[in-house]
Every structure is written in structure tokens, then in C-alpha cells.
């Protein structure tokens, strides 16, 4: 074991030379500062767990020898026990240790939990939305994160150097029109809109900023790394059902989401409606798919189709040619607020979140038809730079982390 400590040291050296970007994810303070034994932190590939650690390691006051870095993914720890292994390292004075991509290890809870148990050990650990990491036990013993994709406004962040507010809801239904100046105010050449139809087609995911041209790629080789390593190694899916997978990811791209039924879709993938749903939760555990329901479906067995949605709006530049403005429109909503909100779709409007506030999303002339009755109900309008009353700005919402 002092073999392989030694060696997982030495990488760890090697890893220390690597550069990191100046730029810090809006979760950095939360998990740096964290009390918790054990911190986790858990999203889909690409929106930079791992730098987000290597960060949060070098900024702790520990001495070098103190801290560690590893990745489960390396050959030297998949026959090795990760208990065995830290508690070697704290036997030599380790004090704190990032484990990333913990879910290659086989029996990774049962390892954590020893830890915990046993260990004095500091720990931060990254691992798959794939996995199930988020469940009770874990919930109740470790302080877990979720790092989502990028919102907009960490876009601007780091496109332009800038340095902007984030806003809850309530903060932007109530006050959007002197929020919007603001951050126009702050932008050298106010074309807030240039910015927002570059982020909906890239920059989404951090590595863009790595490199630029060959960033579509990079999202593509990424949908596939989920879907033949992540859900064949982890979920343990049939390899020769990605391609059913693959096919429903693309049925989506092209269709609007209440376009086809789960029967009909079930169909064109080739596949059996509880086999679609099986797949279903895999992708939208993986972060791929959103899965929206009927708002009264969840009380009532009604039968009402689902919304499938694309996790976000740079996925369509990587599986199909031509999309829907208007699917683009609700997928980039969707993908600003599912991670702090309850969204159902609802027969007038698009939206309903957190089961009080109604909303229609369309473009600048999109009119108050529909939703002129209801109470608590808003336009989320497109191409335009600040809304008037309860017409808010779409790309706004993209500033709520």
C-alpha cells in the first residue's frame, strides 16, 4: 500500500503543475468552506467538478504533504480498497483528500461510509449524476452539492471578466426591469442579446473555454462518453441498447416536445413504453433529458403526455441540424431552473414553478392571450433587452445562479 500511496503521490505532483483557471464556479466558497466531514459533489460530465476541486485543494491551509489529489478512474485503484488507501494516507499525516470520480470504485458507499466512520480524514469526493448519490443516507451523512452546467451569467462572467449578482426568482418576477439595466449598465457594449444567441448555441459547458473551435465536438464526444461508459459501467446497460438511447435523444432534438407521444415515440426508437421510461430516467439522471409532467398528472392518473426536453440548449448543435425556436426558447428556461425549482406544464401557459407562478415563453411579441386571466402568470420573452410589467426578459433568467 505505501507503494501505491507513493505513486498516487507523485501524480498528484504532476498534477499540482497543471494550470488552473482563474475563474471560480459559483459553488467555490460553499464547498471550500464546508464543515462536513465528507463533502460531495455530484453533476454531469463537462462542468468541472474536477477543477472545482483542484481549486477548493489548493486554496486549503494545509501543508503539500498534507493534501492529496486522486481519480478513481486510474488502473492503480481499481483493485486497491479506497478505505485501505486513505487510511494509509492518514497514517502519514494526510489531513485532507479530493477523491474524484469516485463512482469507479465497485462499492464506493460502503467505502465512504468507513471512511466516515472510522477516518478523521477531511474528504471532498466528485462523482457522476448517473450514480445514485443523492439518496437519503447519503443526504443525511455527507454535505452534497450539485455543479450544474453553466448559467448565463457565469458565461458573461468569463467571457467578458466581469464580475455580476445572481438573483432568486422572486427577486426578478419583482424587480426585473432595474436588474436588467444593471447588468446592461455593467456590459461595455450592452448587447446583452449578441451574448445571450452565443450561449444558447455554446459556452455552456466550462471547457469551451479551453478551445473554442473544437468545442461542438467536445459536447458530442461527451454525450457519448455518458452514454458508453457512464450508464454501460455504472447503470449497467445493455451496451447494444445505447443505440435505442441514442435514437431517442435524436427523436427529441427534432420533435416539439408535446409533438409526439410516449406510444409514438416508444415506436420510432423501437423500443416498449416501460422500456422508454426505464431509459427515460437514465438519460434524465445523466443529465441529458429534462422530464416535465402534466401539473395535475401528479395527483390524478391522467392521461396526459409528457415534455421531454434536451438538458440544454448547446446539445442540439451536437445531434441534429435544425431545431424549434420555440423547444430551444423552453429548453434554455427549463435548464435555468430545475435545479432550485418544481416545474410542471400546465394547459394555459408553458410553465407552471414551484406551483404558484405561471409562465409563457415565446419571443418579443409573444401577447398575454392565453394567460391574461390567471393570476401570478408572466411572459419570459426572447430578443428583447428589458421587459415592462410582467414581461421579463428570457435571457434574465439565466442569472438565478
Known amino acids: 500500500?505505501?507503494?501505491?500511496?507513493?505513486?498516487?503521490?507523485?501524480f498528484y505532483r504532476l498534477k499540482l503543475h497543471q494550470p488552473l483557471p482563474k475563474y471560480k464556479r459559483f459553488l467555490f466558497n460553499r464547498i471550500k468552506n464546508s464543515k462536513a466531514k465528507i463533502t460531495g459533489i455530484y453533476g454531469s460530465r463537462g462542468v468541472g467538478?474536477?477543477?472545482?476541486?483542484?481549486?477548493v485543494l489548493k486554496e486549503l491551509s494545509y501543508k503539500d504533504e498534507e493534501k492529496l489529489y486522486i481519480s478513481c478512474d486510474h488502473p492503480l485503484f481499481q483493485e486497491v480498497s479506497l478505505f485501505d488507501f486513505v487510511d494509509e494516507f492518514s497514517k502519514f499525516g494526510g489531513e485532507v483528500i479530493v477523491i474524484d470520480e469516485i463512482h469507479k470504485v465497485r462499492d464506493f458507499q460502503t467505502q465512504i461510509k468507513l471512511i466516515y466512520d472510522f477516518l478523521t480524514i477531511k474528504v471532498y469526493?466528485?462523482?457522476?449524476?448517473?450514480?445514485?448519490?443523492?439518496?437519503?443516507?447519503f443526504s443525511r451523512r455527507y454535505s452534497m452539492y450539485h455543479l450544474p452546467i453553466l448559467s448565463f451569467r457565469e458565461f458573461l462572467e468569463m467571457e467578458e471578466h466581469l464580475s455580476l449578482k445572481s438573483y432568486n426568482l422572486v427577486e426578478i418576477l419583482k424587480y426585473h426591469e432595474a436588474i436588467s439595466n444593471e447588468i446592461l449598465d455593467s456590459l461595455v457594449n450592452k448587447k446583452i442579446l449578441k451574448y445571450f444567441s452565443k450561449f444558447k448555441k455554446v459556452g455552456i459547458y466550462p471547457f469551451y473555454f479551453e478551445d473554442r473551435e473544437k468545442y461542438v465536438d467536445r459536447v458530442y464526444e461527451n454525450i457519448n462518453t455518458i452514454l458508453y461508459t457512464d450508464l454501460v459501467n455504472v447503470v449497467k446497460i445493455d451496451a447494444q441498447k445505447i443505440e435505442s438511447l441514442k435514437r431517442l435523444l435524436l427523436s427529441i432534438c427534432v420533435s416539439n416536445p408535446l409533438e409526439i407521444t410516449m406510444e409514438k415515440l416508444a415506436?420510432?426508437?423501437?423500443?416498449t413504453k416501460p422500456t422508454l421510461y426505464k431509459y427515460i430516467t437514465y438519460l434524465s439522471r445523466a443529465e441529458l433529458l429534462h422530464h416535465i409532467v402534466f401539473d395535475a398528472k401528479r395527483f390524478q392518473n391522467l392521461?396526459?403526455?409528457?415534455?421531454?426536453?434536451?438538458?440544454?440548449?448547446?446539445l442540439f448543435?451536437?445531434?441534429?441540424?435544425?431545431?424549434?425556436?420555440?423547444?430551444?426558447?423552453?429548453t434554455f428556461f427549463v435548464s435555468m431552473l430545475y435545479k432550485q425549482h418544481l416545474i410542471n406544464y400546465v394547459t394555459k401557459g408553458d410553465f407552471l414553478i414551484d406551483e404558484q407562478y405561471v409562465f409563457e415563453i415565446?419571443?418579443?411579441?409573444?401577447?398575454f392571450n392565453q394567460i391574461k386571466d390567471i393570476p401570478n402568470s408572466f411572459i419570459a420573452a426572447d430578443d428583447i433587452e428589458v421587459g415592462f410589467g410582467n414581461k421579463i426578459p428570457l435571457w434574465l433568467f439565466g442569472f438565478l445562479y
Open 267 to 271: 415506436k420510432r426508437v423501437g423500443i
Open 49 to 55: 467538478k474536477t477543477t472545482l476541486l483542484l481549486q
Open 1 to 10: 500500500m505505501q507503494n501505491i500511496l507513493e505513486i498516487a503521490k507523485q
Open 362 to 367: 415565446g419571443g418579443k411579441k409573444k401577447s
Open 317 to 330: 448543435n451536437a445531434l441534429c441540424i435544425n431545431s424549434n425556436r420555440g423547444t430551444m426558447r423552453e
Open 125 to 137: 469526493f466528485s462523482g457522476s449524476s448517473a450514480v445514485e448519490i443523492t439518496n437519503a443516507d
Open 303 to 314: 392521461q396526459k403526455p409528457d415534455k421531454l426536453y434536451l438538458n440544454n440548449t448547446n
